[in-house]
Structures are given as C-alpha cells and as structure tokens.
C-alpha cells in the first residue's frame, strides 16, 4: 500500500521567513496529494492541493510543487506569520484513500 | 452546514468496557473516513464507507474495533474490549464524489483508558 514519508517533523523559523516541508510517496498510481493544517484541539483543514497532471500550484503565501519522477512533493510558505504555526500534514491518495504523512509542527516566532 | 459532528468529545473509560464514538457526517456527503491520531503513529486510516458500504477496512488494528453506517447520516466507530493502547483521538471526516477530493474533518474524539 502508499506510504508517505514527511520531513522535518519540527520546524521553527522567524516571523517573515519561509518555511518548506516535504513529503516523498511510494505508489507512483497515487494521484492527489493535499496539504491540511491542524490547529491544536481542531481537525485537520485543507489548505491546497495538486493534482498528479500538475507541477505546482499557488495560493496567496502558499505554494506546493510535484516532482512525479522523484515521487516528491513539497508546501512552500512564504512570509510566515505567527498565526502559520500549526501541525502540518501532507498526504496521497489512490482512489478516494487518503494516506497522511506524520506531520510537521511549524512555530513561527514573532 | 454544521460541518462534521462528532461525539463525545472526550471519553474516559476503564480497560475491558465498550467504547462507542458516533459521527454524523455533513449533509449529502457520500464518503465517510475513520481515522485514529497518536503521537507516534501519526493520522491512520481504520475505514471508509461510500454510500454507507464498507470499502477498506484494511486499517482495522483487530477485532475488537468495528464500524457501522447504517444510514447516510450516522456512523459508529466501536471498541470492544477497550486497552490502553487504544487512547488516542479518533477523527470522522467526510466527502462527496463531485468534489476535488477535500476532507472535511469533524473536531475529534479524545479516548483515554485508564
């Protein structure tokens, strides 16, 4: 089965910084890989996705890049702000089944 | 919608007694996920269900956890006999299949046996 492998599993950066987490998969069928943000006591909340016909897709401070070859696919935050701290998960999918990383727990200090 | 409701929130109970979590998934979702979250083991996948059908249960640590849906609205995740081992948080989510694939998460379920 897919299994996904994530790094780092802590990251502390300053406020304004960037911050990069990535995550290698094993099955080269998976073809959706979302990025969820969980805050403390909440569920896990997407925050983008991309799909395996993309290479990189951005949102405002977010962005995540596809390398299907490697099998790697990374988030990038951009100007990194005290409310960006969270657990990070990233995750791949087969066919509706969504298999997560073991997340990175991002501080941003002001 | 009120997003993914599940309960309890929190549960305490002593190792050998039945643990029941419930979740009521959002409206017009066809797929429901369990997953279990620990420190060590991540978010793991136990089972999902599309239209109320068990598709993977492959995730199931053993025999002593089952899951039902016996409608579009209502789903139970049952431990029996209950270990330590098994404190965790245990997340319901859902999606439907028009949609690009988002899970939306309900707000956990904190198990603690004593």
Redesign the interface.
Known sequence: GENVEQHPSTLSVQEGDSAVIKCTYSDSASNYFPWYKQELGKGPQLIIDIRSNVGEKKDQRIAVTLNKTAKHFSLHITETQPEDSAVYFCAASKRGKLIFGQGTELSVKP | DAG?IQSPRHEVTEMGQEVTLRCKPISGHD?L?W?RQTMMR??E?LI?F?NNVPI?D?GMPEDRFSAKMPNASFSTLKIQPSEPRDSAVY?C?SRYTGS????F????SRLTVL
């Open positions: 993914v797929y996920f997953y991540g978010l996948l999902y599309n993977d492959s997340f989510a690009s694939g988002e899970l998460f309900g707000e956990g």
